[in-house]
């Protein structure tokens, strides 16, 4: 079965600091990888996707992550964060036959001034 | 376009009554899941919907079911509810077609109802 791990619960950062945030998955197929945000009280925002190409994708907001196949991760990073960017992260995959996402826990990011 | 809307935002109900929750699709989307995001399991798939017909569904009891009526809306219903229900219960739409063998989009998530069961 498809899991989805991210190893970061919690992350404190200072604003300016650079940050990247753990996603790795088990499945042996071809996989689409995303990360959703989740700032409070705000709904799940898609930040980024990758399904195929180059594997250094481009998101909202400043973000990247860079799928690594022979690691089945997908990290996202941002060079320098922001007070703004304090939220949930969470990374996804699924299947191309699908919709159906598996979620990893979620990294809770929090950036003080 | 509209984003994903869900009704009601809150919901407050006892143990052993039932819900009906309800999710329109962005304009366009055909395809809606559901999923259940709790503090303690995170979020968890609990069905797929495309053109009326469940084509995937989660590991959840036979008490939360759903449907998809002709214009894409959704619903879903949990029956003989447990305190273990409460969570936040978010849909999702996508743009994936009936026959897309490889899926190249992305859904997008509604502002959930939250479900507390007392």
């Known amino acids: 079965a498809q899991s989805v791990s991210q190893h970061n619960h919690h992350v404190i950062l200072s604003e300016a600091a650079s940050l990247e945030l753990g996603c790795n998955y088990s499945?042996?197929?071809?996989?689409?990888l995303f990360w959703y945000v989740q700032y409070p009280g705000q709904h799940l925002q898609l930040l980024l996707k990758?399904?195929?190409?180059?594997?250094l994708v481009k998101g909202i907001k400043g973000f990247e992550a860079e799928f690594i196949k022979s690691k089945f991760s997908f990290n996202l990073r941002k060079p320098s964060v922001q007070w703004s960017d304090t939220a949930e992260y969470f990374c996804?995959?699924?299947?191309?036959?699908?919709?159906?996402?598996?979620f990893g826990t979620g990294t809770r990011l929090q950036v003080f001034p | 376009k509209a984003g994903v809307t869900q009704t009601p935002r809150y919901l407050i109900k006892t143990r052993g009554q039932q819900v009906t929750l309800s999710c329109s699709p962005i304009?366009?989307?055909?395809?809606v899941s559901w999923y259940q995001q709790t503090p303690g399991q995170g979020l968890q798939f609990l069905f797929e919907?495309?053109?009326?017909?469940?084509?995937n569904k989660g590991n959840f009891p036979g008490r939360f079911s759903g449907r998809q009526f002709s214009n894409s809306r959704s619903e879903m219903n949990v029956s003989t509810l447990e305190l273990g229900d409460s969570a936040l219960y978010l849909c999702?739409?996508?743009?994936?077609?009936?026959?897309?063998?490889?899926?190249?989009?992305?859904?997008?998530f509604g502002p959930g109802t939250r479900l507390t069961v007392t």
């Open positions: 999702a739409s996508s743009s994936r077609g009936q026959g897309a063998r490889v899926s190249t989009t992305s859904q997008y």
């Open positions: 919907y495309f053109s009326e017909t469940q084509r």
């Open positions: 499945y042996g197929g071809t996989v689409n």
């Open positions: 990758y399904f195929s190409g180059d594997p």
């Open positions: 996804a995959v699924n299947t191309p036959n699908t919709d159906k996402l598996i």
């Open positions: 304009s366009g989307h055909r395809s």
